[in-house]
């Protein structure tokens, strides 16, 4: 069977979610053969293994992290030369999408962004894409070279598919432009406890009706109690109420949870383009002609102050 | 010496509006009205701040596109840039990124460059890779999805905010810089400033000036292939209730229903 060249994001050893959910989507091309790089790369093998990957080429070394980008694509192009996959995936994170690209000119192919779903066709995968902030569904294919596809986060369930996962060391040679871009220091991102945003089954967000930071707690005291993360307008972002990280829509993060709420928020097609997919959108606003309200399953017009804390206690005494 | 930036900036449909694909599956561009990319703005603004800052600088926008997309490049002249270049060709029509990023690369090796400005994507493609395929194309340093930039001498700075972390970047110039919402608001242009632009130049190029062949570019040179595009269906109408008290006992009950309580 063919193999599916499939990148791993990871932190220290640690794979991220919408890496095992490729690998799902990769089993329905062929066999996965998992890339982890970096640091704590080996470490990632058992879980990858575990959700099918028969193989883990690894590499670590200063420069994936003393230099930007370049060094991964030289890496992946290594892998992609000892492979010779049908297919490459990565997750739709804005460094994957950045080495997707770079690697796809480099291979002669070409490159689909943030497709939602994909299947084995006759001429090679297909990839659903959502378009114009969700309002078009699109199937399309890469029709020159091996398909380079990027995926977005809770485009497929992850399923457990025990597999080899041999651990093989990848000999990567560095470019000229590998060391292009100096990464002269890094600062991680402190962790809030909550589920990442992306990941997250259930999101909770504010905007501008929020109306404070210290508002904010009342989001906040929503997602805990529903183990939520926690979403914010670019309002409410702008307002500095609430970093930018959180920011979902066009120019933030893009969200597919399970359920999404949405409190003072109004609707705009930038926010939309960020949250349109998700499977239940609920919305607390207390202008009835907001056009939130347009989408929802469940919206209560109403006063967010009034409406969240009666809602998170709520919660609480049903959960006990 | 002067510091030569290139701004690339796309002419997309209003997101505003209601955007639809034609009968080709590429975009119709008929059914609604065009603009300057919203997030293009941004880097138009950074590359007069950048500008401003040095000695002594020119600042070029970079467009390919329809004949509309003059309007695109008015803007970011009338919000400061210098002159502007338009790459228009009917054989463009349905061009991937792949092929974008070849006219865009021709283009601005044509023009001259020291620093090339992106925007952090577009509007409309919203892929968020051709900066990085540019600089892939021109063999120089990618400084991408900056949320803050400056330039020093020969050198580019900036600090990109990541999912898990913030870096602080640098490169030497020439190099391809793409910047964020973030990096400050662009300026509007003043009316001195839209009545300037009308004044400053702006040089048509087509695909024989970038010795670009029409095989390379357009739906038939494209790597990728679009089968079908369909309309989502509008969703079904939600439940909504005034809350009257219980708004929020309501809710919970829903979201018992549907079992996430
Ligand atoms: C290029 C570009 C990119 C953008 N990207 C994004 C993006 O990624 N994400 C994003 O969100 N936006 C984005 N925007 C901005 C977007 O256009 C809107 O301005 C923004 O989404 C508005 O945020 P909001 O809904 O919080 O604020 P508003 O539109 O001001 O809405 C606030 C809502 O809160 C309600 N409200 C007020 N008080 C209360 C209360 N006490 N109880 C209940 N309801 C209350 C009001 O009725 C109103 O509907 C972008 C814009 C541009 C031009
Ligand atoms: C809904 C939709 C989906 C698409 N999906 C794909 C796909 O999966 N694969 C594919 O190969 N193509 C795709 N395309 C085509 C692609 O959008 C165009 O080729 C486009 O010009 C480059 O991609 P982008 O607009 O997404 O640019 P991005 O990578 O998002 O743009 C980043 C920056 O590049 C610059 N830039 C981009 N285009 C131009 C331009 N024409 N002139 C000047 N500067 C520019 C701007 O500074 C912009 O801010 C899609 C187009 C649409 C409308």
Redesign the interface.
């Given at each position: 069977m063919a193999e599916v060249l499939v990148y791993v994001d990871h932190?220290d050893g640690a794979v991220r979610k919408p890496t095992l959910e490729l690998l799902t989507l990769a089993r329905r091309i062929g066999e996965p053969v998992a890339v982890a790089l970096g640091n704590g790369a080996a470490d990632t093998a058992a879980a990858l293994a575990e959700h099918g990957a028969v193989k883990v080429l690894t590499a670590d070394a200063p420069e994936f992290t003393d230099y930007?980008?370049?060094p991964k694509?030289d890496a992946l192009q290594a892998a992609y030369d000892a492979v010779s996959p049908a297919a490459v995936l990565l997750p739709s994170?804005?460094?994957a999408?950045?080495i997707?690209?770079?690697l796809?000119?480099?291979i002669g192919?070409?490159?689909?962004?943030?497709a939602v779903d994909l299947e084995a066709g006759d001429g090679g995968p297909?990839a659903t894409q959502?378009?114009?902030?969700?309002?078009?569904?699109?199937?399309?294919?890469?029709?020159?070279?091996v398909p380079v596809i990027t995926v977005k986060p809770n485009s497929a369930a992850v399923e457990a598919a025990p597999a080899a996962g041999a651990v093989e060391a990848l000999t990567v040679s560095f470019s000229a432009?590998a060391t292009?871009?100096?990464?002269?220091?890094?600062?991680?991102?402190e962790s809030t406890g909550r589920p990442e945003l992306t990941e997250a089954a259930?999101v909770v967000s504010g905007g501008r009706g929020v109306n404070g930071a210290e508002n904010f707690a009342i989001i906040e005291a929503l997602a805990d109690s529903?183990g939520a993360a926690v979403g914010a307008s670019r309002a409410a972002v702008d307002a500095g109420w609430y970093p930018?990280?959180n920011q979902v829509g066009?120019?933030g993060k893009s969200v597919s949870p399970?359920?999404y709420i949405a409190s003072g928020i109004s609707g705009a097609?930038?926010h939309r383009?960020g949250m349109q997919t998700s499977k239940?959108?609920?919305a607390?606003n207390k202008d009835?002609e907001a056009p939130i309200?347009?989408?929802?399953?469940?919206?209560?017009?109403?006063?967010l102050f009034?409406?969240?804390?009666?809602?998170?206690?709520?919660?609480k005494s049903?959960?006990g | 010496m002067s510091l030569r930036i290139v701004v690339c900036v796309k002419y997309v449909p209003d997101a505003t509006g209601d955007r639809h694909f034609a009968d080709d599956l590429t975009l119709d561009r008929d059914d609604v009205d065009g603009l300057l990319s919203e997030l293009d703005e941004y880097a138009v603004e950074q590359a007069l701040q950048i500008a401003d800052e040095a000695d002594d600088a020119e600042i070029t926008v970079l467009t390919v596109g329809p004949e509309d997309a003059k309007d695109a490049l008015r803007k970011a002249l009338s919000m400061g840039a210098d002159k502007a270049v338009h790459v228009e060709d009917d054989d463009l029509h349905g061009t991937d990124v792949i092929g974008t990023s070849l006219v865009l690369a021709k283009a601005v090796e044509k023009t001259g460059y020291d620093l090339v400005i992106c925007g952090m994507a577009s509007t409309d493609g919203t892929m968020g890779v051709l900066p990085a395929l540019l600089a892939e194309r021109l063999g120089v340093p990618q400084v991408t999805l900056l949320s803050e930039v400056s330039v020093d001498g020969t050198t580019v700075k900036g600090r990109r905010d990541g999912d898990s972390a913030s870096e602080q970047l640098e490169a030497s110039l020439p190099a391809v810089v793409s910047v964020t919402d973030q990096s400050g608001e662009a300026r509007y242009p003043s009316f001195k400033g839209i009545m300037a632009a009308k004044k400053k130049p702006v040089e048509s190029l087509d695909l024989e000036d970038l010795e670009i062949e029409a095989e390379e570019v357009g739906l038939g040179g494209s790597w990728t292939a679009v089968d079908s595009a369909a309309e989502r269906p509008a969703r079904t109408a939600g439940t909504i209730v005034k809350d009257e008290g219980e708004g929020g006992k309501q809710l919970a009950e829903f979201l018992a229903g549907q079992k996430f309580i």
């Amino acid at each position: 069977m063919a193999e599916v060249l499939v990148y791993v994001d990871h932190v220290d050893g640690a794979v991220r979610k919408p890496t095992l959910e490729l690998l799902t989507l990769a089993r329905r091309i062929g066999e996965p053969v998992a890339v982890a790089l970096g640091n704590g790369a080996a470490d990632t093998a058992a879980a990858l293994a575990e959700h099918g990957a028969v193989k883990v080429l690894t590499a670590d070394a200063p420069e994936f992290t003393d230099y930007l980008v370049v060094p991964k694509v030289d890496a992946l192009q290594a892998a992609y030369d000892a492979v010779s996959p049908a297919a490459v995936l990565l997750p739709s994170s804005a460094e994957a999408k950045e080495i997707a690209a770079r690697l796809a000119l480099r291979i002669g192919s070409g490159i689909i962004t943030d497709a939602v779903d994909l299947e084995a066709g006759d001429g090679g995968p297909v990839a659903t894409q959502s378009a114009f902030a969700a309002s078009y569904t699109t199937k399309s294919r890469v029709s020159k070279g091996v398909p380079v596809i990027t995926v977005k986060p809770n485009s497929a369930a992850v399923e457990a598919a025990p597999a080899a996962g041999a651990v093989e060391a990848l000999t990567v040679s560095f470019s000229a432009t590998a060391t292009g871009t100096k990464v002269l220091s890094r600062t991680p991102r402190e962790s809030t406890g909550r589920p990442e945003l992306t990941e997250a089954a259930i999101v909770v967000s504010g905007g501008r009706g929020v109306n404070g930071a210290e508002n904010f707690a009342i989001i906040e005291a929503l997602a805990d109690s529903l183990g939520a993360a926690v979403g914010a307008s670019r309002a409410a972002v702008d307002a500095g109420w609430y970093p930018h990280t959180n920011q979902v829509g066009q120019t933030g993060k893009s969200v597919s949870p399970q359920l999404y709420i949405a409190s003072g928020i109004s609707g705009a097609i930038q926010h939309r383009a960020g949250m349109q997919t998700s499977k239940t959108i609920v919305a607390v606003n207390k202008d009835a002609e907001a056009p939130i309200f347009d989408l929802v399953d469940y919206g209560v017009v109403g006063d967010l102050f009034a409406v969240v804390p009666q809602l998170t206690d709520e919660v609480k005494s049903r959960k006990g | 010496m002067s510091l030569r930036i290139v701004v690339c900036v796309k002419y997309v449909p209003d997101a505003t509006g209601d955007r639809h694909f034609a009968d080709d599956l590429t975009l119709d561009r008929d059914d609604v009205d065009g603009l300057l990319s919203e997030l293009d703005e941004y880097a138009v603004e950074q590359a007069l701040q950048i500008a401003d800052e040095a000695d002594d600088a020119e600042i070029t926008v970079l467009t390919v596109g329809p004949e509309d997309a003059k309007d695109a490049l008015r803007k970011a002249l009338s919000m400061g840039a210098d002159k502007a270049v338009h790459v228009e060709d009917d054989d463009l029509h349905g061009t991937d990124v792949i092929g974008t990023s070849l006219v865009l690369a021709k283009a601005v090796e044509k023009t001259g460059y020291d620093l090339v400005i992106c925007g952090m994507a577009s509007t409309d493609g919203t892929m968020g890779v051709l900066p990085a395929l540019l600089a892939e194309r021109l063999g120089v340093p990618q400084v991408t999805l900056l949320s803050e930039v400056s330039v020093d001498g020969t050198t580019v700075k900036g600090r990109r905010d990541g999912d898990s972390a913030s870096e602080q970047l640098e490169a030497s110039l020439p190099a391809v810089v793409s910047v964020t919402d973030q990096s400050g608001e662009a300026r509007y242009p003043s009316f001195k400033g839209i009545m300037a632009a009308k004044k400053k130049p702006v040089e048509s190029l087509d695909l024989e000036d970038l010795e670009i062949e029409a095989e390379e570019v357009g739906l038939g040179g494209s790597w990728t292939a679009v089968d079908s595009a369909a309309e989502r269906p509008a969703r079904t109408a939600g439940t909504i209730v005034k809350d009257e008290g219980e708004g929020g006992k309501q809710l919970a009950e829903f979201l018992a229903g549907q079992k996430f309580i």
